[in-house]
Each structure stands twice: as C-alpha cells, then as structure tokens.
C-alpha cells in the first residue's frame, strides 16, 4: 500500500504559477509511473503529465505541454508539478496517482493507476 500526500493548490490568476508536490509514503520502484491528473467541475478526470521513477521519462497532455513540468526527487519519495502561464481552464482539483511496481497499462489512462492521492484545488481566476 502507497500512500500519496499532495500539497501547493491554490488561487493565482491567469498568467501565473504554482508548484504542486506529491510525496509517496513508501520509496517507490523504478518501474512505477507517478502521473497527476485533473477534474474540473462537472467533468471526467483526465490526464495531465507522468513520469517513470527510475530513467524520468516524462509525458505530458497536449493542453500543457510548454507550460507544465513534472519532476521528481527519488531521495524524498516525491513528485512535482511546476505549473506555468495558467490558464483559466486550468482550474480543477488535480491528483497524483502512482502504479504498481508490475504495472504494464497505458500511463496515459487512470485505469493504469493503484494509489490515488485525496486531490487538491488549483483555482485560476481571470
């Protein structure tokens, strides 16, 4: 069982940045993916950006990429998500979620993903 903590949500307006940060409760395999998704309001959740632990390969949704970065410290047990030139339609609660070490899915699909964390709200106003 992995358990997922994620913090740095907030209001910023459009143009703006925020770093959310997602730390596992246990060191992680380097076969295991950690993606965050988002939900907006009345919406599916979707992907967002994944990155595999162990190389660091990353990838990213098309609405983001240019804009969103993914990293992660593999000493701490965390994932980031730097957040640039947000949009309003940004706004959602985002989630990080993690495989598990035999996962063999597609990143790009929730379904691929064991542990979820609880969420946090990222708001962008206009």
């Known amino acids: 069982q992995v358990h997922l903590i994620e913090s740095g949500g907030g209001l910023v307006q459009a143009g703006g940045s925020l770093r959310l940060s997602c730390a596992a409760s246990?060191?992680?395999?380097?076969?295991?993916?950690m993606g965050w998704f988002r939900q907006a309001p009345g919406k599916e959740r979707e992907f967002v950006a994944a990155i595999t632990w162990g190389i660091g390969n990353t990838y990213y949704a098309d609405s983001v990429k240019g804009r969103f970065t993914i990293s992660r410290d593999n000493a701490k047990n965390t994932a980031y998500l730097q957040m640039d030139n947000l949009k309003p339609e940004d706004t959602a609660v985002y989630y990080c979620?993690?495989?598990?070490?035999?996962?063999?899915?597609?990143?790009?699909?929730?379904?691929?993903?064991?542990?979820w964390g609880q969420g946090t709200q990222v708001t962008v106003s206009s």
């Open positions: 979620a993690t495989t598990r070490a035999d996962y063999s899915g597609n990143l790009y699909y929730r379904n691929s993903y064991t542990y």
């Open positions: 246990r060191p992680t395999f380097r076969s295991q993916v």
